[in-house]
């Protein structure tokens, strides 16, 4: 079955870059996300790749995707205290657009 | 400005006792979905639906219950059969315009506290 695997737990300082990881399971997967959930708050969306692409940029983000390994990463440059908050990586499933499969989410904790 | 509405933000209830979150949007959204949030759990689908008058079960729907009457609206009943209903619960919605992307917008959430 589907399933999206990330690492809990990230701490970097500020000024750094942070990495993180998300491997997933379907390979017929079409989209993959990432989204930013801040405390209390719900998910919002911060990048999406389609999968015929290896690597998307916009601004302090850089995406890379590995088809053949399954892999996908989220590059943040310059990262600031702001951008502390939980990051899930999400792929589109096998049954098309009707739902999303999450990871577990990684925490990212920016210090001074 | 349109998003989405969920309410209320906080709710305490007494273990028996069934409650009801409130989804509601404006973006002329035609599917909607809700998600639970446990600490180190990630997102668990619980229901979707992608017209009017049509749900679906997502993967952790029992204990749980909905409806679809109105486009803008999707509330989620929290039945005394769910076993361990404290929680973070999320709304989204999705447009058929960003079908291709499958872009989800969500709510706020709602955090249900048993007693």
């Known amino acids: 079955g589907e399933d999206v695997e990330q690492s809990l737990f990230l701490s970097v300082r500020e000024g750094d870059s942070s990495v993180i990881n998300c491997t997933y399971t379907?390979?017929?997967?079409?989209?993959l996300y990432w989204y930013k959930q801040e405390p209390g708050a719900g998910l919002q969306l911060l990048t999406y790749?389609?999968?015929?692409?290896d690597m998307k940029q916009d601004q302090r983000l850089t995406v890379l995707l590995n088809k053949k390994d399954k892999h996908l990463s989220l590059r943040i440059a310059d990262t600031q205290t702001g951008d502390s908050a939980i990051y899930f990586c999400?792929?589109?499933?096998?049954?098309?657009?009707?739902?999303?499969?999450f990871g577990k989410g990684t925490m990212l904790l920016v210090s001074p | 400005d349109g998003g989405i509405t969920q309410s209320p933000k906080y709710l305490f209830r007494k273990e028996g006792q069934n409650v009801t979150l409130s989804c509601e949007q404006n973006?002329?959204?035609?599917?909607m979905y809700w998600y639970r949030q446990d600490p180190g759990q990630g997102l668990r689908l619980i229901y979707y639906s992608q017209i009017v008058n049509d749900f679906q079960k997502g993967d952790i729907a029992e204990g749980y219950s909905v409806s679809r009457e109105k486009k803008e609206s999707f509330p989620l009943t929290v039945t005394s059969a769910q076993k361990n209903p404290t929680a973070f619960y999320l709304c989204?919605?999705?447009?058929?315009?960003?079908?291709?992307?499958?872009?989800?917008?969500f709510g706020e959430g709602s955090r249900l506290t048993v007693l």
């Open positions: 999400a792929e589109s499933t096998r049954s098309g657009y009707s739902t999303l499969t």
């Open positions: 989204a919605s999705r447009s058929g315009t960003s079908i291709n992307t499958g872009e989800l917008f």
């Open positions: 973006l002329n959204h035609d599917a």
């Open positions: 790749i389609f999968s015929n692409m």
């Open positions: 379907d390979s017929s997967s079409t989209y």
